[in-house]
């Protein structure tokens, strides 16, 4: 069961959604495997309420249909358009189709790959406004940063999923206003003082913050990289930026990176039990979650992405933010009431979950000795115990990222 409510956080406006999540395990679920697998995967889930098919002659394209469509529903249309392939999309797009039936929800769901291409992506535009959509759902930061340039003030209502914060992005002006715009967002992204405030707690006593990016992820170094550096330093942290340069070589590059890291650590940290090593929502870092572990020494990973802390040694000991699942399901109930005509997009204010999605893996936490607070226990959305088993997940499951 699903609380749903707004509040404001004094140091910091956003809108919270507070989500009670269930503490059973999510089932298995795998994805379609037609031809268009190499960008568009699912969870098992929706083949109950869902039949996707592929289109005809285009590879970038695929069609979602309700499998028994109620005759006096009213019918919608919906475009929801992806950059490219990622583990996150899968998440997002299961719980939305998930949510979607189980609100009943009566639409035809087009969905189309532009693959960052400009050439594409005005063809998208062009089908917005001429085949009759009531609702875009720009899937991505790259998705919704295109779409905002190229369509903002357009005709079609726009809810962002899978996106970083829309204000520190420049999309919206606040936090507590709507755009007024045909946009309405939400956030991967949680207020840095809050999320710190968690880190702290775990480790009071922080001398070094090393950060993991992507530098071709304007997103993840502008909204999440920098403000947390900034944070950091200014609580007298020694901050250690490490960025990727190529994301198809992440794995060569962390490997030198966290070693180094790890040596300027011992300087001030011998111990290294004042040190933390923090993953961006950057897809290049955090599925080289084995490199990074492997060279970390003892000094704890933390991420800003809950998909991050998994069963077995592959994982993050903890992670501290929104995760896809939980933006998917905020974004669902926005294109929702959108669709229902409950609530225009420009009058939205930018939807943010809270409390964050905490996830704990104690067999990574006994491997280097870290304690975590009872209290960090109780909140936790999902729990891996000292086998590296899961023991608490509302996730939805899906196939292994590409």
Known sequence: MFLFHFMKNPARPFVAAVFALSLLVAPQASAADPAFAEWFRYGDSIEESWIVSEVAGDSNQVHIRPRNPSARAIKHKVLVVYPRPSSAYDTAITKILDIFAEKEVNADIDVVNFRKSNTRGRKVVKRIDNEGYQLV????????????????????????????????????????????????????????????????????????????????????????????????????????ELAVQDPKLA??????????????????????????????????????????????????????????????DDSAVMSIGISFESNAHLAAIYGAQVLSGDSRPGDMIVGIVSPPDIAVNFRKAREIGLKVPFNFLESATYIYDYDGKVVRNSRTSVRPEY
């Open 137 to 240: 759902f720009s899937m991505g930061s790259e998705s919704t940063a295109w779409l905002f340039e190229n369509y903002s003030g357009g005709k079609v209502p726009v809810v962002s999923v899978c996106s970083k914060d829309p204000v520190m992005l420049g999309q919206a002006e606040s936090y507590d206003k709507g755009t007024g715009t045909n946009f309405a967002f939400t956030s991967l992204n949680m207020p840095v003082e809050v999320q710190m405030a968690y880190v702290l707690e775990l480790m009071p006593y922080l001398k070094n913050f090393a950060i993991l990016v992507d530098s071709k992820n304007v997103s993840a170094v502008e909204t999440q990289a920098k403000p947390m550096a900034e944070f950091a330093r200014q609580r007298g942290m020694r901050v250690l």
């Open 251 to 312: 794995k060569e590059e962390l490997y030198g990176l966290v070693r180094s890291a790890v040596a300027t650590m011992r300087k001030n940290d011998p111990t290294l039990s004042h040190s933390v090593f923090w993953i961006t929502g950057s897809t290049s870092v955090f599925r080289e979650i084995a490199t990074i572990n492997k060279h970390a020494d003892r000094v704890p990973v933390l991420s800003v992405v809950p998909e991050v802390v998994t069963a077995g």
